[in-house]
């Protein structure tokens, strides 16, 4: 009489179908199409469909390391789901086969609904599914001689196994070059600057103080693409339509000649807390928003263009402001005297000064549509953010963050208040007075400013705040809200102990 083969045997045997299955879709997805990758289309698809708090804690868990944590929690998502495809299949066969079955339908919806998908994209997750299918119904089955049987399991789940992962780091291994577009952005040049932004003044220079520049290999970097898209500049164009009455398509070297501008900004996330680092400055380099718009000649009654970015994302943001030359919004081809880094958006991304990222600053961009805030929503819009989001006027200590000594301390940091620009910067200690604080020379009005304070700091813990004012007389509010709907408020404060 046969008997069913042990638990512990047939979680294993579940285990190495669900690798086997996972490594082949992998392989299949570099060959064909990396964005249909069941691990990345999944992990896409519950980007888009987590709530906004969650969304956050996570960024606010990871930071911006939150992709490979995504990738992580889903591969041992689908691990568990081979174990029980094991104990099902070792249950009632062949009911081993519906969580590869069901594991693959979900992944195929999600790549087949991605931007830009075709429906050839089901067949990395159609492989996945079947070799997940196959493996388990072969190695999960009644034994008559169980030691045998042990024997035969564990060497073919290892051949499995072992296959399913060379499969999977082979697929991952090209599909990650296909997706790498740096040896192009090293080879490009940009043209030279017609309307150069004003020279960056001198920095106060306090270590461990943000730069006036942030490089860009230290500037933030918050997005929703789980692949960040490898655009070559021959294959892209960007499409100015919607109401208008000259809709046009411009591509890569004809917008690069209209990029003689430049504008210094500071850009910040709305997600970025009080005190937090979700926000850096530079100056880019683009071709005027305003230049393009003219045009593309916007109808009456329009008041917003909402961008999108090959990756799903969109943007809306007031037409009117990108009217404006004196705004300065650039679509940006250079960042810091280079072409784009291709996760900050190359071959061209969008730069408002004065509006949080979610609403104005989008990567990757391949289409900007005149149309009305009544008419259409962005990304975020939908997910329990404001429509219209300007920058919330924002200081920041830098230094010191851990224990000094007492005597006199160097306090430092940063406060931004674009378009506006920061007029004053105070500081208080416990529940002393505000006091003033030296500046950095007004750069622009859309870039931060540094500010220092020489403290004379005596033994026992300490509380201190910072607060900006703004050119409009506007002080920085001690009110404490959340990100949520259109960005956080409060004071940035460090508690400190002087020994
Ligand atoms: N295509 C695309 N553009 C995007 C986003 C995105 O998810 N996709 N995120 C926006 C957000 S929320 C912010 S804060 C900025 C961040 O730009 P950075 O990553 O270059 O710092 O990009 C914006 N542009
Ligand atoms: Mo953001």
């Not at 689908?78 to 009911?95: D, F």
């Not at 809306?316 to 009217?323: I, K, N, R």
Request: glycine share 10%.
């Amino acid at each position: 009489m046969p008997e069913p083969l042990s638990r512990p045997l047939a979680v294993g045997g579940g285990v190495a179908a669900a690798v086997a299955g996972l490594g082949a879709g992998e392989l299949v997805a570099a060959v064909f199409s990396t964005a249909a990758s069941p691990l990345l289309a999944t992990g896409s698809l519950l980007v888009d469909a987590a709530p906004p708090q969650v969304k956050s804690a996570v960024i606010a868990l990871f930071g911006t390391g939150d992709k490979p944590f995504l990738v992580v929690l889903l591969t041992v998502l689908v691990l568990l789901l081979g174990a029980a495809a094991g104990l099902l299949q070792r249950w009632r066969p062949p009911l081993g086969v519906v969580p590869p079955g069901l594991a693959a339908v979900v992944a195929a919806i999600a790549a087949v609904t991605r931007t830009d998908a075709s429906v050839a994209d089901v067949a990395p997750s159609a492989v996945a599914g079947v070799i997940g299918a196959f493996v388990v119904v072969q190695l999960v089955h009644p034994v008559r001689e169980p030691s045998l049987a042990r024997r035969r399991l564990v060497s073919g789940a290892a051949v499995w196994a072992g296959a399913g992962v060379v499969a999977g780091s082979f697929g991952r291994s090209i599909g990650s070059r296909s997706r790498d577009v740096s040896a192009t952005i090293a080879r490009l040049r940009l043209p030279p600057v017609t309307a150069p932004a004003p020279p960056a003044p001198t920095s106060l220079g306090v270590t461990g103080a943000a730069p006036l520049v942030t490089d860009a290999a230290d500037f933030y970097r918050i997005d929703i693409a789980l692949t960040v898209p490898a655009i070559e500049p021959e294959g892209w164009s960007l499409e100015v339509a919607g109401e208008v009455d000259a809709p046009f398509r411009i591509g890569y070297d004809e917008l690069v000649a209209m990029a003689g501008a430049e504008t210094a900004a500071t850009l910040v996330c709305v997600s970025n807390p009080v005190g937090g680092d979700l926000v850096g400055t530079a100056v880019w380099q683009g071709a005027p928003l305003h230049r393009l718009l003219e045009r593309a000649r916007p109808r009456q009654g329009a008041d917003m263009v909402l961008s999108s970015g090959a990756d799903g994302f969109s943007a809306s943001t007031p037409l009117a402001l990108l009217q404006d030359p004196a705004r300065g919004a650039l679509l940006a081809v250079g960042m810091n005297g280079r072409p784009l880094p291709q996760i900050h958006g190359f071959p061209a991304r969008m730069v408002v000064p004065g509006l949080y990222g979610y609403v104005s600053a989008t990567k990757w961009t391949t289409r900007l549509e005149v149309t009305r805030f009544d008419e259409q929503q962005a990304y975020w819009t939908p997910r329990g953010y404001a429509a219209r989001a300007p920058v919330k006027l924002s200081s920041r200590i830098d230094v010191p963050l851990g224990g000094v000594d007492a005597g006199v301390v160097t306090v430092a940091g940063v406060a931004w208040a674009q378009p506006v620009g920061v007029a004053r910067v105070q500081l208080q200690i416990d529940d002393g007075p505000w006091r003033d604080c030296e500046l950095s020379a007004a750069w622009t009005d859309d870039t931060w400013r540094q500010w220092r304070y020489r403290w004379t700091a005596t033994p026992g813990e300490h509380r201190l705040r910072v607060r900006a004012t703004d050119r409009s007389g506007l002080v920085q509010t001690a009110a404490e809200t959340g990100e949520l709907p259109d960005g956080p408020t409060g004071l940035h404060t460090v508690r400190l102990a002087v020994s």
